[in-house]
């Protein structure tokens, strides 16, 4: 059985980070449009993140020794949960401040976390995620991207595909196959860091069907990796991913990524005389952010102590995106159910987008149906 | 479970008021109160001063919840709270210990509580003009509830609608831990087609949503609890936590109930079987005191009328 949550409310300390992320969103204010806001996880702006990063905001959690800000990951959560709330530009620095610093950190060599952390907490430098290809989506496993080592380190060989923002980072941790063969699994798969600069790199923007560019394809054609380009242990790369992972699928950013269209009805339902249905399914959405808030919270604290807690946030990414999918898909009832007495454009627009780009809540950082299969093994079923 | 010493000392008697219960079934109600009254808990609530354990209603919370994950057919939970909210006006009834819950008692109506199938009660706490009384009422489960002897009003001021719906959904919570384990045990006991029917992913997929539903349950028990602190005066109520609490607890109920029989099959639906205890008590409960649509009604009105942002609203009332 996974063990049942325990709520954990925000220490005062955290809580009073609060204002001070407030007023920096006033000194760099998010776009105006809801729907400019709607896509804050994909918004990159350099400029945000570095200053961001010069309010020590960027890698907060991470040791000072690493030029990291010392704080809990109650801080973090704090710090997220308002940016995204606010619906600011945190694309660039995202994955690195999420999952690539804490990854190196844990498993990384002190020449890696020296070079790259301070660099990381300043908000410059940028990381993608190499996991799927076109032939290893939800079976990870199978990633056929090779790494053979030579005299000078790795010799890098294969393709990446959905790499989010892969033009526009600096390195990307890549799952890839360092020794054994294709039908080994699990087996013999190592995390490698690549400098996207090197040659033999080729990196193609894929556009999304909002008309969006954010990921891409990536091909590797022998591009030679120095040795220590090697995270980890040659061979744990599975257990490393694995690991990762806890920290992807619990945050804020599964939770709040429809807030802008919810906020934006929210104001509009105040303008026009909203009844009774209208009141039941804010209070609905309302009540169900609450939980799902505190669930987040409860596997923060959870990770604050060192844990891994790699089911329950499976379990609470699953909630979390099917409320962030149910947001458009109950507002557009709402909004539709006046007939022809549509909401203002605004609304409508956003409402357009986070309809349309809601199906990849439940896609990425792992699937809803492969996460589910987690929750049952969790629950002691095969 | 969580841990608690408080759990450890009366699981026991629990344990054996839910074996007379469904199993046996010779629940004799009347002396299982008694059991109940001895061991002193109805008074968990109440300060030490007044013989009780002292403790908040989160601190509590285990003990509460594991009424409903035994299934007890008695107000525990119910008497104990209003013990806890209303301590200087109740101060005989509590002397006497007597067996009270929230409900409903016209003039020349039957005294309705809140909650159906409650054995042994002495008396319904009920709203009226404005204020709240104490109804003295007999009769049993079968026979309903009447109204026997005098009205008492009470000074106190409280939404005892709501306390009697939250004493309700944390039981509900509770109970719906009971139903997750039965299920996830007989997903992994009954063999079909060669295998235990737990290694097929339809089957998974399903539990894994209703894992969803009873954490979400759980975790909206500890929100209400956080939002019910007892002072001198009684206890208050964080009307916007406690009302989007028990409308997460209520929404969970019906697709709770619908997975737990689907994963039983035909063993599900007989007498002998306990499931239906549970999902007949999860199916009543989530009525009591008004469905999850109540509840959000008056969430989403409150947001609206605060005039804050949905973010904002959420973190200043329901953290």
Known sequence: MIPWPQRQTLPASAEALRSEVRAFLVAHPPAAAADVRARSWMGFDAAFSQALGERGWVGLTLPTQYGGGGGSAFDRYVILEELLAAGAPVSAHWIADRQSAPLLLRFGSDSQRRELLPRICAGELYFCIGMSEPGAGSDLASVSTRAVPNDQGWLLNGSKLWTTNADRCHYMIALARTSGQHGDRQQGLSQLLVDLSLPGITIRPIRDLAGDAHFNEVFFDNVQLPHDALIGAEGDGWQQVTAELAFERSGPERILSAMALLECWCDWLRLCEADTGDQRTLGELVSRLAVLRSLSLSITAQLAQGQSPVIPAALVKDLGTTFEQDIPAMLADQIGRRGGEHGRVELMRTLAYTSIIAPTYSLRGGTREILRGLIARGMGLR | ?319
């Open chain 2, 1 to 319: 479970m969580t841990d608690s010493v408080f759990l450890d000392s009366i699981q026991p008697l629990f344990q054996d008021i839910h074996a007379h219960f469904t199993s046996q079934p010779d629940l004799n109600p009347q002396a299982a109160w008694d059991e109940l009254v001895q061991s002193g808990f109805l008074r968990l609530l109440l300060p030490e001063s007044a013989e009780g354990a002292g403790l908040s209603v989160a601190e509590a919370l285990p003990v509460l919840m594991a009424a409903g994950y035994w299934a007890l057919p008695l107000p525990y939970v119910e008497t104990a709270l209003l013990y806890a909210a209303l301590p200087d006006a109740l101060a005989d009834a509590i002397d006497g210990n007597l067996a009270l819950a929230v409900g409903t008692c016209g003039p020349g109506e039957p005294a309705q509580p809140l909650r159906l199938g409650l054995h042994c009660l002495d008396a319904l706490v009920t709203a009226k003009d404005g204020g709240i009384t104490v109804a003295p009422v007999s009769g049993d489960v079968e026979q309903g509830w009447r109204l026997q002897g005098e009205v008492t009003p009470l000074s106190q001021v409280l939404d005892i609608r709501l306390l009697g719906t939250a004493a309700e959904c944390l039981q509900l919570a509770g109970a719906m831990q009971r139903v997750l384990e039965l299920t996830v045990d007989y997903a992994n006991t009954r063999q079909q087609f060669g295998r235990p029917i737990g290694k097929y992913q339809a089957l998974q997929q399903q539990i894994s949503v209703m894992t969803g539903h009873c954490h979400s349950a759980v975790m909206a028990a500890q929100l209400a609890a956080g939002g019910m602190q007892r002072s001198n005066t009684g206890l208050s109520l964080d009307h916007h936590r406690v009302a989007a609490a028990c409308g997460m607890i209520k929404a969970a109920c019906q697709p709770v109930v619908s997975t737990a029989h689907a994963v039983h099959g035909a063993i599900g639906v007989t007498e002998e079987y306990e499931l239906h205890h549970y999902t007949r008590r999860l199916l009543a409960g989530r009525l009591a005191g008004g469905s999850e649509s109540r509840w959000f009604e008056q969430v989403g009105q409150a947001c609206l009328d605060s005039g804050a942002s949905v973010f904002d609203f959420t973190l200043a009332n329901l953290s």
